[in-house]
């Protein structure tokens, strides 16, 4: 049996915390934007932006923009490929793939931040 390396154990590690991010995102924008409901659970830790502080080159990609509308195949997307990624001992294409979906989710998610209400 190979050994996987630390820094796969750790990337690893860090694709269960996503895929628990996901699961928990997709049911709160299924909840939110599909069924209208507002409680405690779909509110922890969603940051509303203003828009007219958000620059007009980063307002179609915030979560309240078009970025909004990506969510849910990004998730989808992360539910069934994460659970893949763990099986592999080496860093492959879906990896890489995975690298760049959670890149583009962190930069939306701090342009919200950052210009938030």
Request: aromatic share 18%.
């Amino acid at each position: 049996m190979v050994k996987k390396s630390a820094l796969l154990t750790t990337w690893h590690d860090f694709l269960k915390i996503a895929f628990v991010y996901a699961i928990y995102h997709l049911i709160r924008d299924i909840f939110q934007d599909i069924l209208g409901v507002h409680n405690a659970f779909t509110e922890f830790a969603h940051v509303e932006p203003d828009f007219k502080k958000i620059p007009s080159a980063f307002r179609w990609l915030s979560f309240g923009g078009f970025g909004r509308y990506i969510t849910f195949p990004i998730e989808i997307f992360a539910i069934f490929a994460i659970p893949r990624a763990l099986k592999n001992k080496s860093f492959t294409k879906l990896d890489f793939i995975m690298v760049l979906v959670l890149l583009l989710t962190i930069g939306i998610y701090v342009i919200d931040i950052i210009y938030a209400k």
